[in-house]
C-alpha cells in the first residue's frame, strides 16, 4: 500500500498513486503523454457518459496486489475503477493497438468518409483516431447506411451518416438542459440520433451539442461550409454574460469572427459549456474582450499558418514613394489600353 | 614563390610578325566560322507554333477536372491552398442547390477559385494533396502578360472545358 487512502497503478510501466474510485482512463491522464487511452465518447464534464465506443481498451495483467490474476478480457478503461497495485498495459501491447485498429475499422464501417466537405475536418477525434489506428482499405463490402441530412432548430445541422452513437449529445441534453428533445431511436445498425417529429432544439445550451460531438455529426450551421478549419485562427476572448462564464474561442478569419466554441482542452473537451447567445448570435469583435491566441497543439493541422502576435509585423513596409511610382505606371498602362 | 598547383603557365607577349599585322588571315578565320553555321542546323524552336517533345511529367498550367458526367471534381476542401508553398491559391466554398447537381460533384463547392500565376512555383503540391483527383498540372506554359491583375487566374481560365462529342474533329489541336 502506498499513501494512506490512495492506489497505486502502473500504467505502461510509470507508476502513478491515485485515490480509490479512478478510472484507468483518468489515471492515464494524471500521467499524460502518449500512454493515454484514446477516447471517442467518454466526456469528463458529463456524468455517465463513456463504455460505448470501445477506443479506450486496454490490458490489465495484473488486477491488484491481493489478486493479480490478470483480467480475462481487455477493459475498456473509461468505466473500469483502478485497484491497489493494478498493472495495466496500453500501448505496450500488440493485443490493445490490435483490438483497437478492430475498433477503429467498425466506427467507420458506416462513416461515409466525406472529409473533404466535413466542417469537422481538421479538428475531428475520428480522423486522428483513424489516421494512428486505422488501416488504409476498408473491407466492408456492402452499403453504408445513409440518412438525409436534418436542421435541428436553425442553428444546428445533423448529419446523421457521419455519427459514431457515442451518446454524448444526449448526455449534453439531459444534463445540461431541463428538457430534453432528441434522443436515439431505433436499435442495432439502424439506430440513429433524433428528434421526435423533428421538434426544434431550443435551450439556452443546446449548442453544446456542437463542441462535445467528436466528429462532424453536429455542425454549426452558421459556420457551414464558411472555410476550412486550418484557416481560420483561434483566439481566447470573454465576455460579460449573464447566463454562461462567458469563456470562449473565437475562429478568426482576417477581421471576421466565423465562429465561437467552447475553450478546449488536450482531450477535446470544453472547460465550460458556453450558452447559445455567446455560440450564435455574438460574432463581432466589440463583444469580445481577446485575451491572447489559443495555444494549438504543434502536431494539429491548425498551427498551420498560425501566428503567436495579435498584430504580427507587416512582411512589406509601405513606402510612398514606390505608391505613387506603381500608380504613375498602372495610369500608364490605362493609358495604353 | 612556388605555385600550389602546379599549372601555372608563364605567358609570354612577343611582337606581332608581318601575317598577324596585316590582320587578314584572321578575318578570314572569323569569316569562315560564321559561313560554317549557315549551313548548320538551327536549335532554336519557334514556340508556340513549334514545340518540343515533352517530359511526361511536366508541370504546366492548372487544370480543375470534371467527373465523366461533367461536373466539377473539386469540393473546395482547402487542401491544395494548406499544402502550397507559396500560399498561391486561395478559394471560397458555397452549397450546392438542389437543382445545381449536374454541375458539382459534391454538396459543397468552389464558387471561387485563384492562383495566383506569379506567386505559383508549379510544384505539384497541390496535385498531390487533391484528395478528389481535381486538379492537375497538365496545361501549357504559362503565357507572360502586361498587367499583374491578369495572373491571378480565375475559374474561368482553369476548368476544364466540358467535353462534347459533337465539337471533337479529326485535326489535331495544339
Given at each position: ?5 490512495k492506489?497505486?497503478v ?16 483518468n ?18 464534464k ?23 490474476r ?8 473509461c ?35 466525406d ?29 453504408r447506411r ?22 454524448r449529445c ?52 452558421t ?6 478549419v ?12 449573464p447566463?454562461?462564464s462567458?469563456?470562449v ?43 491572447a ?21 507587416p ?23 | ?25 584572321a578575318?578570314?578565320?572569323g ?26 511529367n ?12 461533367g461536373r ?24 450546392r442547390t ?5 454541375l ?23 496535385e498531390?494533396?487533391c ?44
Amino acid at each position: 500500500m502506498a499513501e494512506e487512502g490512495k492506489f497505486k497503478v502502473t500504467i505502461d510501466g510509470i507508476p502513478v498513486e491515485v485515490a480509490p474510485g479512478t478510472t484507468i482512463l483518468n489515471a492515464a491522464r494524471l500521467i499524460g503523454g502518449d500512454i493515454v487511452p484514446p477516447a471517442m465518447c467518454y466526456y469528463s464534464k458529463l456524468e455517465g457518459s463513456g463504455g460505448k465506443c470501445r477506443t479506450c481498451l486496454v490490458k490489465v495483467s495484473k488486477g491488484s496486489e491481493k489478486d493479480p490474476r490478470p483480467m480475462p478480457k481487455l477493459v475498456a478503461s473509461c468505466r473500469t475503477t483502478v485497484m491497489d497495485g493494478m498493472e495495466v498495459s496500453n500501448i505496450t501491447s500488440d493485443e490493445v493497438l490490435e483490438a483497437r485498429k478492430g475498433v477503429v475499422e467498425m466506427l467507420l464501417i458506416n462513416h461515409p468518409l466525406d472529409c473533404p466537405v466535413c466542417d469537422q475536418a481538421g479538428e475531428c477525434k475520428l480522423q486522428d483516431l483513424s489516421y494512428e489506428h486505422g488501416t488504409e482499405q476498408t473491407r466492408f463490402a456492402f452499403e453504408r447506411r445513409t440518412f438525409e441530412r436534418v436542421d435541428i432548430g436553425d442553428k444546428i445541422q445533423l448529419h446523421m451518416n457521419r455519427c459514431i452513437l457515442c451518446y454524448r449529445c444526449v448526455y449534453v441534453a439531459d444534463q445540461l438542459t431541463t428538457k430534453r428533445e432528441h434522443g436515439v431511436l431505433s436499435r442495432g445498425d439502424y439506430s440513429e440520433i433524433a428528434t421526435f417529429i423533428e421538434a426544434a432544439l431550443d435551450n439556452d445550451f443546446i449548442g453544446n451539442v456542437i463542441d462535445v460531438c467528436p466528429v462532424g455529426a453536429l455542425t454549426d450551421k452558421t459556420f457551414r461550409f464558411k472555410n476550412r478549419v486550418w484557416f481560420t485562427k483561434p483566439v481566447d476572448a470573454h465576455r460579460d454574460c449573464p447566463t454562461c462564464s462567458g469563456n470562449v474561442t473565437l475562429w478568426y478569419k482576417g477581421d471576421d469572427v466565423l465562429r465561437v466554441t467552447g475553450r478546449k482542452d488536450e482531450y477535446n473537451e470544453v472547460d465550460e459549456f458556453i450558452c447559445n447567445t455567446c455560440r450564435f448570435d455574438t460574432k463581432r469583435t466589440q463583444d469580445w474582450i481577446l485575451e491572447a491566441p489559443t495555444k494549438v497543439d504543434n502536431e494539429s493541422v491548425i498551427t498551420a499558418n498560425h501566428y503567436l502576435n495579435f498584430n504580427p509585423p507587416p512582411v512589406i513596409k509601405n513606402s510612398s514613394e514606390l505608391q505613387a511610382a506603381n500608380e504613375e505606371q498602372l495610369a500608364r498602362t490605362e493609358r495604353l489600353k | 614563390m612556388q605555385s600550389l598547383s602546379n599549372r601555372k603557365k608563364v605567358i609570354e607577349q612577343k611582337p606581332m610578325n608581318f601575317w598577324e599585322r596585316i590582320y587578314l588571315p584572321a578575318i578570314f578565320k572569323g569569316l569562315r566560322i560564321t559561313l560554317r553555321h549557315f549551313f548548320m542546323k538551327i536549335p532554336t524552336v519557334k514556340y508556340p507554333e513549334e514545340r518540343r517533345p515533352y517530359s511526361k511529367n511536366f508541370r504546366g498550367q492548372h487544370s480543375l477536372k470534371r467527373d465523366e458526367e461533367g461536373r466539377e471534381r473539386c469540393t473546395a476542401c482547402g487542401l491544395c491552398a494548406l499544402s502550397c508553398p507559396a500560399e498561391a491559391i486561395t478559394m471560397t466554398a458555397a452549397e450546392r442547390t438542389k437543382d445545381e447537381s449536374h454541375l458539382y460533384r459534391e454538396e459543397k463547392y468552389a464558387s471561387v477559385y485563384e492562383i495566383n500565376m506569379l506567386r505559383c512555383i508549379f510544384c505539384g503540391l497541390c496535385e498531390e494533396a487533391c484528395p478528389k483527383e481535381a486538379i492537375y498540372l497538365d496545361g501549357p506554359h504559362v503565357t507572360a502578360d502586361y498587367l499583374r491583375k491578369d495572373f491571378i487566374y480565375g475559374k474561368d481560365k482553369l476548368v476544364e472545358p466540358k467535353f462534347d462529342i459533337k465539337m471533337l474533329t479529326q485535326e489535331k489541336s495544339i
